[in-house]
């Protein structure tokens, strides 16, 4: 029972450093999600993949890219970290893009960055 | 835009107290509304949910009545445990990728 599996679980950059967040889900979700989550601010949608092989910006996508490499797999890379990417970034996963479909989270990534 | 606003914490109970969580929401049309609670070091885990008005979600003992006239969705328990200590979240859905969340509401409960 995996569901949402996201790597690394802590990771410390300097400024400038370059990183990609893995995550990857056994579910047979059509729908992925990454959102960061800051303290006093909830969740934020950075980036979603409605489907395999479509992308699509969020609330806060500046300074990140995606990749849904297949159904399975959705990479978040950050190409030049910067302070205020500091955040818990979750992965999450939903069976379909539908009103009633809930999401299923990963365990996060803490990422600093100094 | 769409937005909920929940009780801000944190909520400190005794074990057996009676629990509630306020959750507003503004959002166009009709949203499915969320509740998630997320213990230390996880992800956010679904608690419950209601998709439609008058629909009322229950899990583990939480209950919350999705009330279109006063745009609420209260979250409730009738007597609280210590394993219950946690943060909850409310959430609502208007489109294939429009979730929004609320801040979050830490809950600890005391023996």
Known sequence: NAGVTQTPKFQVLKTGQSMTLQCAQDMNHNSMYWYRQDPGMGLRLIYYSASEGTT????VPNGYNVSRLNKREFSLRLESA???QTSVYFCASSERSSLGSPLHFGNGTRLTVT | GNSVTQMEGPVTLSEEAFLTINCTYTATGYPSLFWYVQYPGEGLQLLLKA???DDKGSNKGFEATYRKETTSFHLEKGSVQVSDSAVYFCAGRVGA???FFGTGTRLTVIP
């Open chain 1, 82 to 84: 910067a302070p205020s």
């Open chain 1, 56 to 59: 699509d910006k969020g609330e």
């Open chain 2, 51 to 53: 998709t439609k008005a």
């Open chain 2, 97 to 99: 990728n429009n979730l």
